[in-house]
């Protein structure tokens, strides 16, 4: 069974930066998309980013794309999200995801077979 272990996460004033990271257990890691999902409050769960098994692409979210960067590090099961420029509507628990059945581009909460607990990011204005 896949575990994720999500940190990285806490109190950022407005502009900050901060570097979520999330652990997977598993021998096939570097088989699994990769995802980072968010829910603020009284919203629903929404994709961020994602980065690819084959080839590590990263691909994000059109208000993520110039602030934030996503990265895989295969040797240490480990998939980061970078997030610079946060802002208070960035503020939501973020959730880890892993993709164990390589769909392509994966940006739906329905293509994620594992999901981390979460770690709540606030920005302070």
């Known amino acids: 069974q896949v575990q994720l272990v999500e940190s990285g996460g806490g109190l950022v004033q407005v502009g900050g930066s901060l570097r979520l990271s999330c652990a997977v257990s598993?021998?096939?890691?570097?088989?699994?998309?990769m995802g980072w999902f968010r829910q603020a409050p009284g919203k629903e769960r929404e994709f961020v980013a994602g980065i690819t098994w084959r080839d590590a692409t990263p691909y994000l979210r059109e208000y993520a794309k110039d602030r934030w960067t996503i990265t895989r590090d295969n040797a240490r099961n480990t998939v980061s999200l970078q997030m610079n420029s946060l802002g208070p509507e960035d503020t939501a628990v973020y959730y880890c995801?892993?993709?164990?059945?390589?769909?392509?581009?994966?940006?739906?909460?329905?293509?994620?077979?594992?999901w981390g607990q979460g770690t709540q990011v606030t920005v302070s204005s």
């Open positions: 995801a892993a993709d164990q059945q390589s769909h392509t581009y994966p940006n739906s909460e329905h293509e994620y077979d594992s």
């Open positions: 598993g021998p096939t890691f570097s088989r699994y998309n």
